[in-house]
C-alpha cells in the first residue's frame, strides 16, 4: 500500500515541476519576443537617423561642389576675357 501511495505523490511532484518549467519557458519566449521587438525599433530609429544624416551631407556637398564649380567657371571667364 505504501508504494502506490509514493508512486502517485512522485508522479504528482514531477508533473506540477514540469508545468513549472513550462511556464517559465513560456514568460523567456514572451520576454525575447519583446525584447526583440524594442531591438527591432531602435533599429530602425537608427536607420532613419543615419538616412537623415546622409541627405544633410549629400546637400552640403553638393552645394560646396557647385560653389567651387561656379567659382573656377569664373575665373575661367575672367582670364578668357581679358585675353580678348
Known sequence: M???TV???LTLLLSGATLMFAQTAKEDMKKAGQDA???GKAT???AKET???TAKTAKTAGKKVKH???K??????EKTRDKQ
Request: a positive charge.
Open 44 to 46: 530602425g530609429s537608427a
Open 51 to 53: 538616412g537623415k544624416a
Open 2 to 4: 505504501r508504494l502506490p
Open 68 to 70: 567651387g564649380t561656379n
Open 7 to 9: 508512486k502517485a505523490g
Open 37 to 39: 521587438k524594442e531591438a
Open 72 to 77: 573656377a567657371a569664373s575665373k575661367v571667364e
